[in-house]
């Protein structure tokens, strides 16, 4: 039986600690699928994770920047590409059985209207029995925390940013 795992909050590890089950479940002989929201080709562990064994990581072949510099038509074209890019997730980890997908950043693709929650929902209370399901992100619903079996809180209390440092190459991405 697959479970669903709920990685939130404001600190620095969200999508480390989903990455972290992916190398573990890769371990093991299990298929995961990584599907990223609102992020690029350019992070560190997207050519590794390409090279582990059991692991997809599917291409973000689109960049669509920071929504808050975006106009009203490049948010529907994103939200727009976003949402196809939930439902072939979906369909994927179903047809392909998949043992574990990783949905990154769903719950700002969600909050933002990139992908609609309610379509998440549904995903979660329907997916196949076994599928184990991994959401990261911010400020993740009430709705999604209610469907979750593992909640797990990453809480800031310092990062360089607070000092002006900005990200750093093999560190943040």
Not at 4 to 16: A, E, L, N
Not at 45 to 67: A, H, K, M, N, S
Not at 86 to 115: H, K, P, R, S, T
């Amino acid at each position: 039986m697959g479970f669903v795992h709920i990685y939130c909050g404001d600190g620095k590890g969200k999508t480390s600690a989903a990455l972290g089950l992916a190398v573990r479940a890769a371990g093991r002989g299990q298929r995961i699928l990584l599907v990223r929201f609102l992020k690029n080709e350019d992070s560190g562990e997207v050519p590794v994770l390409r090279q582990v064994p059991g692991i997809t990581v599917t291409p973000c072949d689109r960049e669509f920047g920071f929504v808050f510099r975006m106009d009203e038509e490049e948010k529907a074209e994103a939200a727009k590409y976003f949402q196809h890019r939930f439902e072939q997730a979906c369909q994927m980890a179903a047809e392909e059985e998949y043992d574990v997908l990783i949905l990154d950043e769903i719950m700002a693709a969600c909050n933002y209207g990139m992908v609609r929650e309610g379509d998440v929902a549904e995903f979660l209370k329907n997916r196949p029995g076994k599928l184990e399901v991994v959401l990261t992100g911010r400020k993740p619903s009430d709705r999604l925390l209610v469907l979750a079996d593992y909640i797990s809180e990453i809480c800031m209390k310092k990062h360089p940013f607070e000092k002006g440092i900005a990200a750093r190459e093999g560190i943040e991405y």
